[in-house]
């Protein structure tokens, strides 16, 4: 057993590698995420006060979001030559505690850690239209082989099943327009007065680039040359074999490798999970797909429109994220 100077990176790195796990994506920008800095660990919170929950029934999102969260934190202390050593769903269920995180130095980082850690500061949610991807065959294997280290299935959905995926996206909306609680989350994540959280209008598009596969927002004042009937997005599935939130945490950390991934190689990225989120149509997804299991999350993946990325998103400041076991004395070094 080493020290805890072996076996903790300095509470620099360490607050550096949750600054950049606040990076990830989550549902609406929400961040439902708190860390916790015990003596020789670190603890994943969901933050329950952030669950959305006419959008969210069952927290899954939520889930999903730290999950992704997660996966940032791993290669942002890769890459300062830190290993993570993660024990899931550590509590009986209930518990808000979903991961806790030993460390021990590594020798070295690899280079595919350091590009996906230099990914996630590059890393935005694009909306608009997009190009497709160059072979999305190739794509859809090379991702697969990293979301499938997680237990997590990716498939693609393909040009023939599009038109059933677009008319299931109109009908979906359609029965959401009619649900004012989910309305009412909708315009509080995306009005301005939720900083540091919510979508920035931005980060949407306006109404003639809304592409139809993707939720519904707000029209806000994203801009490129192309309409909506001119995108050429890549659709990918992300799904498991079950339904645990075990499962829903696996499937945050497979989606946050998928967008690290595609962002390094220059592709744009979209979450979609407008689809995923009403039982009876998440069965019909699954049908529409060589895949198997239970569909979590959708990902749009092509080339950007418009040559400038989105300004990054807000995220909440580390005082409202981390939390200490053992209070920080003012006058200790460091490091
Ligand atoms: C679980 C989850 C669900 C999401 N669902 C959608 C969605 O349905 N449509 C969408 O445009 N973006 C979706 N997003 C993307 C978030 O809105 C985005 O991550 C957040 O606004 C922060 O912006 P950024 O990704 O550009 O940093 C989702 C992200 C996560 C993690």
């Not at 950049?20 to 969901?46: C, I, M, T, V, Y």
């Not at 689809?275 to 950007?304: K, M, S, Y």
Request: with cysteine; charged share 25%; glycine share 6%.
């Amino acid at each position: 057993m080493g020290t805890s100077a072996e076996t903790m990176p300095d509470r620099r790195t360490l607050e550096s590698a949750i600054v950049s796990a606040s990076r990830a994506p989550s549902l609406h920008n929400s961040q439902p995420w708190k860390w916790l800095l015990g003596s020789d660990e670190l603890s994943l919170f969901s933050d329950n006060d952030r669950i959305l929950p006419a959008t969210d029934a069952y927290g899954r999102q939520m889930v999903l979001s730290c999950g992704a969260a997660l996966h940032h934190l791993q290669i942002a202390l890769a890459a300062h030559r830190w290993a993570s050593v993660i024990e899931r769903i550590p509590h009986p269920p209930g518990r808000q505690c979903l991961a806790t995180i030993r460390f021990h130095p590594a020798d070295e980082a690899s280079d595919s850690e350091l590009r996906l850690a230099a990914a996630i500061r590059l890393r935005r949610t694009e909306r608009l239209p997009m190009t497709a991807p160059a072979n999305p065959q190739q794509t859809l294997a090379d991702l697969r082989d990293l979301t499938e280290r997680s237990g997590v299935h990716l498939s693609r959905i393909g040009e023939h099943g599009r038109p059933a995926l677009d008319d299931m996206s109109r009908r979906i909306m359609g029965l959401r327009r009619g649900d004012q609680a989910y309305q009412a989350e909708l315009r509080w994540w995306t009005g301005q007065a939720v900083y540091p959280g919510g979508i920035p209008p931005d980060a949407l598009p306006t109404a003639r680039q809304s592409v139809a596969a993707d939720r519904e927002f707000p029209a806000g004042s994203a801009t490129s040359d192309t309409t909506a009937d001119q995108d050429r997005a890549a659709i990918f599935l992300l799904s498991t074999d079950t339904d645990s939130r075990l499962d829903w945490l696996r499937c945050g950390e497979a989606l946050s490798a998928v967008l690290l991934t595609c962002t390094d190689r220059g592709l744009a990225t979209c979450p979609v999970t407008h689809l995923t989120e009403l039982n009876a149509f998440r069965t019909f997804l699954g049908d529409l797909t060589d895949g198997i299991g239970v569909p979590q999350v959708l990902v749009r993946v092509g080339f950007r429109t418009h040559p400038e990325a989105a300004t990054a998103t807000s995220r909440r400041p580390l005082s409202e994220i981390l939390f200490r076991e053992h209070p920080v004395d003012p006058l200790a070094d460091t490091q």
